[in-house]
């Protein structure tokens, strides 16, 4: 019957998938192509699709994460401040590269903004900005 197909759908907005870490970063998680999604638990960076961990990475606490051609991380762990450059298929790290920072100042991970824009990608953090060339070649 039409009732009973109704049934067999699921409406528009209701949860698809849910999954459970230790603990979830107040930054915005970011969207990986094909439905997944990058999320940091505070010491490690994971990608998760449909529910399910694809890979996890030992970054330390990172903010929201940048995704173009690769996963962009900025992460915080005991005073050094770095961007990670991962593969957002297999989560393996392409670089890292340690940034500037105030040795006094703590970020928390919803301060930091990063932005992947074409051969750039832009950091913002307590009172630096920075930005990195990205290489065509990885």
């Not at 998938?17 to 107040?26: F, P, R």
């Not at 990058?38 to 996890?56: F, M, N």
């Not at 900025?74 to 957002?88: H, M």
């Amino acid at each position: 019957s039409a009732a009973s197909d109704v049934y067999k759908r699921q409406p528009e907005g209701c949860i698809a998938w849910s999954s459970h870490l230790s603990e979830v970063s107040n930054a915005a998680p970011g969207q990986l192509s094909g439905g997944g999604v990058v999320v940091s638990d505070g010491e490690q960076t994971h990608a998760l699709r449909e529910g399910k961990r694809v890979w996890s990475v030992a970054t330390g606490a990172a903010g929201s994460p940048a995704v173009g051609k690769d996963v962009y991380v900025f992460s915080v762990e005991e005073g050094k401040n770095r961007v990670w450059s991962l593969d957002p298929s297999t989560g393996d790290p392409h670089w890292a590269t340690q940034l500037p920072g105030d040795e006094d100042w703590g970020y928390n991970t919803d301060e930091i903004n990063v932005r992947a824009a074409g051969p750039w990608l832009f950091a913002g953090y307590g009172k630096h900005v920075v930005g990195l060339e990205l290489s065509t070649d990885n």
